[in-house]
Nanobody, 117 residues
Framework: QVQLVESGGGLVQSGESLTLSCTVSGIIFMNYNMGWFRQAPGKERQFVAR???????NYADSVKGRFTVSKDNAKKMVYLQMNSLKPDDTAVYYCTVQYGSAWSNNWGQGTSVTVSS
């Protein structure tokens, strides 16, 4: 079973940057698409970004141009570089794996990002 450990969150001011990391184990990492989701207080979890096994990326409209997802197959890690952060980016961020067309419902503990105005 896949295991996911997110890190790198913190408290930043509006306009600053953060890089989140996700360590993945339990799967043949290079064969799977990986994604980042986030859940703000009182809201449902929402898609943020995806990177396919082949390195193709796509993003939610709300983060396009500001966030960059990347991965290191050798280290079995996924990253989310977040620039020009806004208070609306405040949330707990999670990484997950995509099985076929469906996202796994196996989530890590997440990492909290708070952006102050």
């Amino acid at each position: 079973q896949v295991q996911l450990v997110e890190s790198g969150g913190g408290l930043v001011q509006s306009g600053e940057s953060l890089t989140l990391s996700c360590t993945v184990s339990g799967i043949i990492f290079m064969n799977y698409n990986m994604g980042w989701f986030r859940q703000a207080p009182g809201k449902e979890r929402q898609f943020v970004a995806r990177i396919t096994s082949g390195g193709y990326t796509n993003y939610a409209d709300s983060v396009k141009g500001r966030f960059t997802v990347s991965k290191d197959n050798a280290k079995k890690m996924v990253y989310l570089q977040m620039n020009s952060l806004k208070p609306d980016d405040t949330a707990v961020y999670y990484c997950t794996v995509q099985y076929g067309s469906a996202w796994s419902n196996n989530w890590g503990q997440g990492t909290s990002v708070t952006v102050s105005s």
